[in-house]
């Protein structure tokens, strides 16, 4: 397999952030936020099956995969990356996707280009929900490990994650770490979070909100005095309100409302934009649990004036997603047109042009 190990080498020296590999196609990647095909040979059938059997950390996991039809599962490849792998049939041949997480430190939150007052004060809580937003290949998992990873290096207290696949590894610091895979080590998010109450936990990661259950457990833990950080696949925080609600039948949903408004630390909703010049820039919306975003959860009547608490919280350190594209193209990171591209308003955006030039 030194063939197949020397083109991830080449594709995570190149930037790639995602490999596909599908019989009867060349290696493909996506290198800057494009799908690029690398060479002309064809992958077959029977490379991409042996591919997979290697990678699969479990040998009963291949025989596993063919029943269920879908796996997925990390593999890491000693001083070049981590990979996060979906395992899928198509057309009756095995296709990989590889998400890359490069071995290197942990990025901070300077690094990122994340508000360092703003994301230092929502990592030091000590109970409550913290939700990171977005869709794929928005960059949830490097925030959230940037975050606990300052964590790590402040606080003597207890983490214990929940990641399906495991995709960044801490190292004890200050803090200790106990990091849980789904199928390997619990069969579910819900059930690895009932399993974590008992085992003393001060923060608690929870990959990814998939159902009621989980979303109940989560609330439990932060309002008995945990802080808690999961993920939600949302582009801004009023949606991510909506979606969590959304969960739940509606005898239920008074109940529920109350309760995030009591548990809400934060919700930080980004994508991964354009970069004037190449590359990527990361664009975020910010929203904190003050007392007028609370009273804003609980009452359904007032969810559209989060909004407004967004555009008004600069002192909290609350920004909408337009407000902080309005920033990258001011610092000259983005174009006024990718930006545009990109708004959730673009006549709003204009008007926050605007008004800096006046």
């Not at 998400?99 to 109970?127: C, M, N, W």
């Not at 080590?185 to 008992?198: C, E, I, N, Q, V």
Request: glycine share 8%; charged share 25%.
């Amino acid at each position: 397999m030194s063939s197949f190990h020397d083109l991830l080498t080449r594709l995570v020296a190149l930037d790639a952030s995602d490999i596909h590999l599908r019989a009867g196609s060349p290696p493909m990647a996506r290198v800057n936020g494009e799908i690029k095909r690398f060479g002309q040979s064809p992958l077959s059938p029977e490379q991409l099956q042996k591919i997979c059997q290697m990678m699969m950390p479990r040998p009963t996991m291949w025989d596993e995969f063919v029943s269920r039809r879908d796996s997925d599962f990390a593999y890491g490849l000693q001083g070049v990356a981590r990979f996060r792998v979906n395992a899928y049939w198509q057309r009756g041949t095995v296709g990989l996707i590889m998400r890359v997480i490069k071995d290197k430190d942990i990025p901070s939150f300077a690094d990122l280009g994340l508000p360092e007052d703003t994301f230092t004060h929502l990592s030091s809580q000590e109970r409550g929900l913290i939700l990171v937003t977005g869709p794929t290949g928005s960059g949830k998992t490097t925030t959230l490990a940037s975050m606990l990873d300052f964590i790590n290096s402040t606080s003597p207290v207890n983490v214990v994650t929940l990641e399906d696949p495991i995709e960044i590894l801490h190292r004890d610091k200050v803090a200790t770490f106990n990091q849980r895979e789904l199928g390997a080590d619990t069969l579910s998010f819900s059930a690895g979070l009932r399993a974590a109450m008992r085992q003393d936990p001060d923060v608690i990661l929870i990959g990814e909100m998939r159902d009621k259950e989980t979303v109940e457990a989560a609330l439990s833990a932060a309002q008995t005095g945990h802080l808690v950080f999961s993920t939600l696949h949302t582009l801004d925080a009023i949606r991510t309100v909506n979606r969590i609600i959304d969960f739940f039948a509606p005898h239920e949903r008074d109940q529920i409302r109350l309760g995030l408004a009591e548990s809400l630390v934060g919700i930080v909703s980004q994508r991964l934009l354009p970069r004037k010049g190449g590359g990527r820039v990361l664009g975020h919306e910010v929203l904190i649990g003050t007392p007028t975003v609370r009273e804003c959860v609980k009452d359904e009547d007032k969810l559209e004036d989060i909004k407004e608490a967004l555009l008004r919280g600069g002192n909290t350190g609350m920004h909408t997603f337009d407000q902080h594209l309005a920033d990258l193209v001011r610092e000259g990171h983005m174009t006024p047109e990718d930006a545009a591209q990109a708004a959730t308003s673009p006549h709003e955006l204009k008007l926050l042009l605007l008004q800096h030039s006046i």
